[in-house]
C-alpha cells in the first residue's frame, strides 16, 4: 500500500525556522495538505495544495515541494507551534492516506 | 461559520453495534463529501472512508471496508458512520470531516471535535 514518510520527531528553538518533510512516490503528481494536530484537539489544516495557507493561518506557515516530498517549514517558530503535524495526499482519485505523523517540540 | 458537531462518547462491549454522528451546519451539505478519519490510542491519523451526500456514493479504505458502513441524512445534513459488531481494537477517537467535491484533490478544510468510543467487556 502507499505510504507518506515523515520523521517521528523534531525539535526547533524558538524563533528559529524549522521544516518538516513528507516522501511518497506519487507526491510529484499530485497536491498534499498539511494539518497541525495539538493534543486533545482537532487537527486544523495549515497548508493545502502544496504550498496554499487557509486564511487564519499564519504567515510563519509555508509549504513546498520538490520532486516526490513536499515540506512544511514553520519561520520564527513559536512555542503554540508544537503539536504533532501530519502531512496528507490520495492513494487514488478517491482513497486518502496519512503520513505517520510528526511530534514538533519546541525548546 | 462552518461547523461539525460530533456525539458523544460511547462505552460498548465486544460485538455491540454502535452508530455516531457528525452533523453540520454554516454551508451546503451535498457540496462537501463527508469523510471519517481513526486515531487510536498515541497513535497518528487514519482515513477510513467517506460518503458523497448528494447521491450516497461511499468509497472505502480497504482496511475498514467491510467492517463499517458510512451514510448520511441530507434532511437533516448529519454524516454516519456505524459498526454493526465492535472489536476491542475499534477503541479510538473517530473525527469527521468535510472535503469539497472536485477532481482536483481537495483537503479537510473542516472538523469535528470527535468521539471517543471505548470497546471493552
Known amino acids: 500500500s502507499y505510504e507518506l514518510t515523515q520523521p517521528p520527531s523534531m525539535s526547533v528553538s524558538p524563533g528559529q525556522t524549522g521544516s518538516i518533510t513528507c516522501s511518497g512516490d506519487k507526491l510529484g503528481d499530485q497536491y498534499a495538505s498539511w494539518y497541525q494536530q495539538k493534543p486533545g484537539q482537532s487537527p486544523v489544516l495549515v497548508i493545502y495544495q502544496n504550498t496554499k495557507r487557509p486564511s487564519g493561518i499564519p504567515e510563519r506557515f509555508s509549504g513546498s515541494k520538490s520532486g516526490n516530498t513536499v515540506t512544511l517549514t514553520i519561520s520564527g517558530t513559536q512555542p503554540i507551534d508544537e503539536a504533532d503535524y501530519f502531512c496528507?495526499?490520495?492513494?487514488?482519485?478517491?482513497?486518502?492516506?496519512f503520513g505517520g505523523g510528526t511530534k514538533l517540540t519546541v525548546l | 461559520e462552518v461547523q461539525l458537531v460530533q456525539s458523544g462518547p460511547e462505552v460498548k462491549k465486544p460485538g455491540e453495534s454502535l452508530r455516531i454522528s457528525c452533523k453540520a451546519s454554516g454551508y451546503s451539505f451535498t457540496n462537501y463529501w463527508i469523510t471519517w478519519v481513526r486515531q487510536m490510542p498515541g497513535k497518528g491519523l487514519e482515513w477510513m472512508g467517506k460518503i458523497d451526500p448528494s447521491n450516497s456514493y461511499s468509497a472505502y479504505s480497504p482496511s475498514f471496508e467491510g467492517h463499517i458502513i458510512i451514510s448520511a441524512d441530507n434532511a437533516i445534513s448529519t454524516g454516519y458512520v456505524q459498526w454493526t459488531s465492535l472489536k476491542a481494537s475499534d477503541t479510538a477517537i473517530y473525527f469527521c470531516a468535510r472535503q469539497a467535491i472536485s477532481p482536483f484533490g481537495t483537503p479537510f478544510d473542516s472538523w469535528g471535535q470527535g468521539t471517543l468510543v471505548t470497546v471493552s467487556s
Open positions: 496528507q495526499a490520495w492513494d487514488s482519485s478517491t482513497a486518502v492516506v
